[in-house]
């Protein structure tokens, strides 16, 4: 479990179709959070999108229902984050990884530092 106040948030974004060893790339990043004892990653799939290409995908087209959004955003500290980020460096060679601050709060209890 994170503490309350400040923590650290990367998020990953890639292509529904990225793989790994034969298994979605999104998949072997929430795989590798978990060995790495992170407090928890979440998928979340877009309905629309475009990246590098500047292609626009979306599930409106049956055609273009493919090479969708994937995000994986995983919380945790920020020395726990930072000691992942080398863990996927032979994972990310196309996509996007962004860092931002946030604040845990823990809704109910009051605690927010």
């Known amino acids: 479990m994170i503490p309350a106040g ?6 990953i974004f890639v292509d529904d179709t990225d793989t790994w060893r034969h298994r979605p790339l999104y998949t072997e990043i929430v795989h590798r959070a978990h060995a790495a004892g992170l407090a928890g990653a979440s998928v979340f799939r877009g309905i629309e999108g475009f990246g590098a ?3 626009v995908h979306t599930t409106r087209l049956l ?7 994937v ?6 500290t920020e020395a726990r984050i930072r000691a992942f980020l080398p863990r996927l460096d032979d994972l990310l060679t196309e996509g996007l990884a962004t860092l931002d601050e ?3 709060v823990r809704p109910g209890t009051g605690a927010t530092t």
């Open 6 to 11: 400040r923590a650290l948030r990367l998020t």
């Open 53 to 55: 290409t500047s292609m």
């Open 63 to 69: 055609s273009m229902a493919d090479h969708l959004p």
């Open 71 to 76: 995000i994986v955003t995983i919380v945790d």
């Open 102 to 104: 946030v604040e845990v």
